[in-house]
Each structure stands twice: as C-alpha cells, then as structure tokens.
C-alpha cells in the first residue's frame, strides 16, 4: 500500500496564478480530508470529501478555493488568483469510513506564492 | 463544539530531560484522543491513541476525564524526538480536531 500520495510536493506560482494540488488516498479510503498548515501555526481543517460528494466544507474560505473527489481520480484542491498568504503546507489525509476513527496523512504540498 | 488545546508553541529541553507535553481538550460526549508527529517537514505520523493505551518510541499519554486531559509524556527525551507534535480529539463529528501543535527541541 503506497499511502496517500500527494503531487505536486512543492509548487511555486506568481500572484494571480492558479494552484491546483492532487491527493490519491489510500487503497480502499474513500473519504479525503485536506488540513493546511501556515507558517508558525498548526492544523486547519478545510474540506472533507467523499467520492463526488463533498461532506464538509466549512474550513474552506469562501472565494477562491474549491475541492473536488471525483469518482475516478485524485482529490484536488484548487486555488484561484493565489495571493501571498495562500503560501502554507496543504495536507490531505484519507480515511476508509465516515466514522473511522484513524486517518492517514501524505507529505503535504508545499505552496510558494511569489 | 469540540475543541483541542496546546498551550506550548514550544518545549525546549535537553537531551535525557524528562518531557510532557500537555492537551487540553473541550467535549461534552466521550472523545478519542491521539497523538500525531510531524517530523521536519514530512507527513504526520500517528503516535499514540488513548484507547490503545501503548507507549510508542517512549512516550505515553492518559486521558485524564477530570481534567480534560490528554498529556504526553516521556521520561528521558532524545535528539531525535526533536519534532511537531499535534494533539487531536475525534468526538461525534467524523472531522477529527487538532490542535496547534507544539515544537519539541532536544538539545544535545
């Protein structure tokens, strides 16, 4: 079992770009969780999806984000229009049910907004 | 509401030093509490997990229900524990919550 896998590992984009970040859960995990993590911060929970079905968006701000599980393909979350403070570590974590108790985090991709 | 309290961004110790690291939670129900590390720059890592009540690489953690507690502790701490350590509570929601998280440093 590969583990979540998360691509791109580091992604630098100008002001005004768009940053798209992909999550391939773990083998069997049909529930994705993506968690940022600023600078000097901890964990922020964004967006809990399961397959073609967002469940909980409520950490996700309201402009310029988006989140997507489609039900072929990885999980992607996508920044419109980054902007400076948009820089952070995302991480996505899996899970094999709704009400699993344990998820599996990847290695973050890492945002650079110059 | 659920919510997970780390009041130490950072603990400094040397190295064979005793080390806890607290957790405080708020949860009206019957939570399951965790430990996850997060070394440089890699993936969080589960710990420990209260209900297994295991020590991991040393370290141990007891719920404490009169506190809302959930501390984490290791007699004698190593360089390589030198880490972020999250502190989380999965409560009736299926979105566990985490804390801030607190940096470990271990001076040789």
């Known amino acids: 079992n590969a583990g979540v896998m998360q691509n791109p590992r580091h992604l630098v984009r100008r002001r005004g770009q768009e940053a798209r970040l992909r999550c391939s859960p773990m083998k069997g995990h049909s529930h994705v969780y993506w968690y940022r993590q600023l600078p000097e911060e901890g964990l922020k929970f964004m967006v809990y999806?399961?397959?073609?079905?967002?469940?909980?968006e409520s950490g996700m701000p309201k402009e310029r984000f988006s989140a997507e599980f489609p039900k072929e393909g990885p999980s992607i979350l996508r920044i419109q229009q980054v902007v400076r403070g948009d820089s952070a570590a995302y991480f996505c974590a899996s899970s094999p049910a709704r009400d699993g108790n344990t998820i599996y985090f990847g290695e973050g991709s890492w945002l650079t907004v110059v | 509401a659920q919510r997970v309290t780390q009041p130490e961004k950072l603990l400094s110790v040397f190295k064979g030093a005793p080390v806890e690291l607290k957790c405080n939670y708020s949860y009206s129900g019957s939570p399951e509490l965790f430990w996850y590390v997060q070394y440089s720059r890699q993936r969080l890592q589960l710990l420990l997990r209260?209900?297994s009540r295991e020590s991991i690489k040393g370290f141990t953690a007891d719920l404490n229900k009169g506190e809302t507690s959930f501390h984490l502790k290791k007699p004698f701490a190593q360089e390589e524990d030198s880490a972020m350590y999250y502190c989380a509570l999965w409560g009736g929601s299926y979105i566990p919550t985490f804390g801030r998280g607190t940096s470990l440093i271990v001076h040789p």
């Open positions: 999806l399961q397959k073609e079905n967002i469940i909980d």
């Open positions: 209260h209900i």
